[in-house]
């Protein structure tokens, strides 16, 4: 009954996410996974899932979106950094930081040591930053932070664990696009289409970031409840 009961709940919402990937988001330079309205599902699906079965809806329902909202092949492989956020989430909505600081320790290291960044603005991933600054001073609290406290500031660790995990999206799309070097491999874009991507995406992605957690943050809370009820309705 367990396993029927999580099947279930995946396709809803991997349903739920196709359908916010299918949806043409706000205008960009370029094309790209969060073209889309997706960004809302990638925390949401990792709280509410968990890391395994949150990035598994992800991934199901981008794939879907995708077909859907075809923006060309090439882009199907930056969906799983949507997956990626969701694992990040969920895991630290479940307290596992470890794995997660290493992920994001280990994708701005590779970014930093490929050449190319060294030509684009160091601004340009503020956001980024941020989110990782965030993520060390969360693993720096761990052990202080107790079921109880997470109870009673459930909204606040919300915000923490959307932004953390959106932002893991980012960095996973930055980890194929700069240190893979798909921008030159796939795209073709010189450092100066580079820079104007890094310039505008420091503005429009802590944006839809901002939206993702605010989302998250309203919707979260009820669909957790519902989803808590349904698994005591069954047992």
């Known amino acids: 009954m367990t396993k029927t009961r999580d099947v279930s709940t995946v396709v809803v919402f991997a349903a739920l996410t196709a359908i916010s990937d299918s949806v043409s988001g706000i205008p960009q330079l370029h094309s ?3 073209y889309s309205w997706v960004f809302l599902m990638i925390p949401l699906n ?4 968990g890391p395994l079965n949150g ?3 992800t991934l199901i329902g981008v794939f879907v979106g995708h077909f ?4 060309g092949a090439e882009e199907f492989l930056f969906t799983f950094g949507a997956a990626v956020g969701s694992a990040a989430c969920g895991m630290i909505w479940n307290k596992r930081i470890l794995p997660v600081i290493i992920f994001y320790t280990l994708g701005l290291a590779s970014y930093f040591l490929t050449p190319i960044s060294l030509s684009l603005p160091l601004w340009g991933m503020w956001d980024t930053y ?3 600054t965030l993520l060390l001073s969360v693993g720096l609290m761990h052990t ?9 500031h459930t909204r606040f660790w919300m ?9 893991a999206d980012v960095l996973f799309r930055i980890f194929l696009f700069i240190p893979m070097g798909t921008y030159q491999s796939i795209y073709g874009f010189p450092v100066e289409v580079l820079r104007e991507i890094w310039f505008l995406s420091a503005a429009s992605t802590p944006i839809q970031a901002a939206m993702s957690v605010l989302f998250t943050c309203m919707a979260a809370p009820t669909l957790l409840g519902f989803v808590q009820k349904r698994v005591e309705n069954t047992d």
């Open 55 to 57: 990035s598994l809806a």
């Open 159 to 167: 915000a923490v664990c959307s932004l953390i995990g959106v932002e």
């Open 32 to 34: 790209g996974i969060w």
């Open 144 to 152: 202080r932070i107790s079921s109880g406290w997470i109870t009673d």
């Open 130 to 132: 941020c989110a990782y």
């Open 46 to 49: 990792g709280i509410i899932l």
């Open 68 to 71: 859907v909202y075809f923006q």
